[in-house]
């Protein structure tokens, strides 16, 4: 099973800042099948990017991806009020397809 | 747009069947190159994925739980379907359908809003 860890736990932030959250595994994911994945409470998770580095349709162009192998990056350049939340990062190359721990971002 | 909406028992006693389905509407369960699959969450805690089918009936299952674990599509209802046997109180958790795509390089790019499922007698 490809483990994946995340980097920091908790992000304490204010609004406007950048953010840069880690995602490690423990084997090299292939083909760059990784996601990332925004959480808000009481919600259904949001595909924001998929592998590693393309925005699926909608999400604003301040969540960037990038990395490769086994370390990947997930950055937003200038926080809203509305990206504190929950990310999760996800390798679905093989099978487990599994997820993160996840990141919370919240409000310094 | 697509959407997925699951539906099920919100409670099931130790050691039965949890059964849930996810229907698909605004779109076809069976368009081309797409797989279904269930997530699951307990309450505070992490995201697991469950397992996967296409259409065509080929799927692949978490093998944490494989044993437990069968996942069926019925085209007829625009529906695919989970069952979870012999729940443990450790089952409890929103569970959550979603779609793989190409659009996504299969990536889980659509969710259903989720279903509670509790254990517990």
């Known amino acids: 099973e490809n483990v994946l860890t995340q980097s920091p736990g908790i992000l304490s932030l204010s609004p406007g800042d950048g953010a840069t959250l880690s995602c490690r595994a423990s084997?090299?994911?292939?083909?760059?099948?990784l996601a990332w994945y925004q959480q808000k409470p009481g919600q259904a998770p949001r595909l924001l990017i998929y592998?590693?580095?393309s925005r699926a349709t909608g999400i604003p162009d301040r969540f960037s991806g990038s990395g490769s192998g086994t370390d990947f990056t997930l950055t937003i350049s200038r926080l809203e009020p509305e990206d504190f939340a929950v990310y999760y990062c996800?390798?679905?190359?093989?099978?487990?397809?599994?997820f993160g721990p996840g990141t919370k971002v919240d409000i310094k | 747009q697509l959407q997925l909406q699951e539906s099920g028992p919100g409670l099931v006693k130790p050691s039965e069947t949890l059964s849930l389905s996810c229907t698909v509407s605004?779109?076809?369960?069976?368009?081309?190159?797409?797989?279904w699959g269930w997530i699951r969450q307990p309450p505070g805690k992490g995201l697991e994925w469950i397992g996967s089918?296409?259409?065509?009936?080929?799927?692949y299952r978490n093998p944490s739980l494989k044993s437990r674990v069968s996942i069926s599509v019925d085209t007829s209802k625009n529906q695919f379907s989970l069952r979870l046997n012999f729940v443990t109180a450790t089952d409890t958790a929103m569970y959550y359908c979603?779609?793989?795509?190409?659009?996504?390089?299969?990536?889980?790019?659509?969710w259903g809003q989720g279903t509670v499922v509790t254990v517990s007698s």
């Open positions: 089918i296409h259409n065509s009936g080929g799927n």
């Open positions: 605004g779109g076809s369960i069976i368009s081309s190159g797409y797989y």
């Open positions: 979603a779609r793989q795509g190409p659009g996504s390089a299969d990536a889980f790019d659509i």
């Open positions: 996800q390798q679905y190359h093989t099978s487990p397809f599994t």
């Open positions: 592998g590693a580095s």
């Open positions: 084997q090299s994911v292939s083909s760059n099948y």
